[in-house]
T-cell receptor, first 115, second 112 residues
Framework: DARVTQTPRHKVTEMGQEVTMRCQPILGHNTVFWYRQTMMQGLELLAYFRNRAPLDDSGMPKDRFSAEMPDATLATLKIQPSEPRDSAVYFC?????????????FGPGTRLTVL | QKEVEQNSGPLSVPEGAIASLNCTYSDRGSQSFFWYRQYSGKSPELIMFIYSNGDKEDGRFTAQLNKASQYVSLLIRDSQPSDSATYLCAAMIYNQGGKLIFGQGTELSVKP
């Protein structure tokens, strides 16, 4: 049963600390997405990659967030320094993009709390 | 104006009734549309997608698409309490690498 995995599942940190979230996409998928979900804003796309190349990171605060895909089995999202307003659930999703009815499958999420 | 809009609800229906969830979108370049279900504290899970005008049925779920009216809907027949969740509508814009734009979601409550 192929699934997207994310670590850690929960993270509590203090303002100013670095936070790194990791995602293992489903094997064979060529697209990886990072989302943030809050009650106020809903589900927001932060960044996404196709074949490990960044396609769009316009949804990300550039000064503190960075997303990378060092290899096909790992995507990372870093926040440095973290702020209380970054508290949210961060989801990674993966899919196979062919230009048609591409579907995305979500990981369980990382619930981040910044104090 | 948000690119994908949904009524936030909550939408309350009795068990066994038909639940109708609606979604409108503003970008006519939207190519395909997806419905995700999200239980509280869980991640979104894909229910179905539609890309052609008309109806698409999958079990108790029917997705409807009207591109002229820029309108997508999801019907859930014989609603069950286990269908109580937030339903997210998403639009895929043509030629943007699979990017999805999500609506805010509609909370559905099915009362026994």
């Amino acid at each position: 049963d192929a699934r997207v995995t994310q670590t850690p599942r929960h993270k509590v940190t203090e303002m100013g600390q670095e936070v790194t979230m990791r995602c293992q996409p489903i094997l064979g998928h060529n697209t990886v997405f990072w989302y943030r979900q809050t009650m106020m804003q809903g589900l927001e796309l932060l960044a996404y990659f196709r074949n490990r190349a960044p396609l769009d990171d316009s949804g990300m605060p550039k000064d503190r967030f960075s997303a990378e895909m060092p290899d096909a089995t790992l995507a990372t999202l870093k926040i440095q320094p973290s702020e209380p307003r970054d508290s949210a659930v961060y989801f990674c999703a993966s899919g196979w993009t062919s230009g048609g009815t591409d579907t995305q499958y979500f990981g369980p999420g990382t619930r981040l709390t910044v104090l | 104006q948000k690119e994908v809009e949904q009524n936030s609800g909550p939408l309350s229906v009795p068990e066994g009734a038909i639940a109708s969830l609606n979604c409108t979108y503003s970008d006519r370049g939207s190519q395909s549309f997806f419905w995700y279900r999200q239980y509280s504290g869980k991640s979104p899970e894909l229910i179905m997608f539609i890309y052609s005008n008309g109806d698409k049925e999958d079990g108790r779920f029917t997705a409807q698409l009207n591109k002229a009216s820029q309108y997508v809907s999801l019907l859930i027949r014989d609603s069950q309490p286990s269908d109580s969740a937030t339903y997210l509508c998403a639009a895929m814009i043509y030629n943007q690498g699979g990017k999805l734009i999500f609506g805010q979601g509609t909370e559905l409550s099915v009362k026994p």
